[in-house]
């Protein structure tokens, strides 16, 4: 019975499931406003919760040494988020199973100074995944039309020759060039997959405080995180040009309902887990003659 409803809770979860829904349509103007932040759970309980992602953590790690062995594609996952919305934990627990010789984690922060003596998405291109491999981006070049929309003073340290040029006409320019290079990594076998975790600002404040009241989370908290929930509406106007002018059906964004963090990590790994099962991945086949040396091999071994 045990075995039975096992089943039947992976066929519902799957069911339950449709990415359609948290995915942002080519050209199509985002409100964020109108996005949920929390939806219906796919669990019925933690116990449930936990049985559901073992088995997603499963799969993925039977995808990714089938990615690894097949050595033709390449996986860049991109979390993009305002604080507190639950990226680390996503990561941490999503592919906590996945072998750590193929896969990849990288934090972008404030760009230092020899990074601000290229162009924008130098410092990323350096950390592309090679095929065979999981790339993460814990924040990524979207930082460059996000954080720097918001902070247009930011700008002025870039070196551009154009420095005091602002406005509609550098945005676009920006969306380009990171079109071209999603569509350039695509052609070249690169999966990309972009999750926007999309928290409430009154979720935000509840994690902030649970923060400061615990100890062991104090180290997360910095009075800088109070100041940019300052610029929420801003931030929220930044995200939403950029989804829009930005998801393609080679490297789509996701808008993940982020203030329920167990089932943000369910629709996460349920997303991966459904484009690295699109690739229908195997391993190598061995061929007859390959297969008479193995066995020359193991009768030495054996004997």
């Known amino acids: 019975m045990k075995g039975k409803k096992s089943k039947k809770t992976k066929k519902a979860a799957k069911a339950a499931v449709k990415i359609g829904d948290f995915t942002v349509k080519k050209g199509r103007a985002v409100d964020l406003g109108k996005r949920p932040t929390k939806v219906a759970p796919l669990y019925g309980s933690k116990g449930e919760y936990k049985g ?26 991109i979390f993009q988020a305002m604080d507190a919305a639950g990226k680390d934990g ?45 790339g993460i981006f814990n924040r990524s070049y979207y930082e460059e039309v996000l954080i720097t929309r918001v902070h247009p003073e930011i700008l002025r340290n870039e070196g551009l020759p154009d420095a005091p040029r602002q406005g509609e006409a ?17 052609a070249n076998g690169t999966r990309i997959i972009k999750f ?35 610029h929420w509406k801003a931030y929220m106007h930044a995200y939403e040009k950029c989804l829009a002018a930005t998801s ?13 963090k167990e089932n943000a990590r369910l629709i996460i790994s349920h997303i991966i887990l459904e484009t690295l099962e699109g690739l229908k991945m195997s391993f190598p086949k061995v061929s007859a003659a390959r297969k008479r040396e193995l066995q020359k091999i193991r009768k030495q071994l054996a004997g």
């Open 52 to 77: 559901m992602l073992e088995d997603h953590v499963k799969r993925l790690s039977d995808q990714q040494e089938r990615l690894y062995a097949s050595n033709s594609h390449a996986v860049l996952l």
């Open 248 to 260: 393609t059906p080679h490297a789509p964004w996701y808008v993940v309902p982020a203030d329920d």
């Open 196 to 230: 926007f975790l999309h928290l409430s600002k009154e979720e935000q404040r509840r994690r902030f405080l649970q923060r400061i009241d615990t100890p062991s989370k104090n180290w997360k908290f910095s009075a800088a995180d109070i100041e940019e929930r300052k």
């Open 170 to 186: 550098l945005w676009r320019e920006r969306y380009q060039s990171i079109n071209g290079l999603e569509q350039h990594l695509h």
């Open 90 to 134: 996503a990561i941490k627990h999503v592919m906590s199973g996945v072998n750590p010789q193929g896969c990849q984690v990288f934090s972008f922060k404030h760009p230092n100074a020899t990074e601000l003596q290229h162009d924008f998405l130098w410092r990323t291109t350096r950390s592309l995944p090679e095929r065979g491999r999981i």
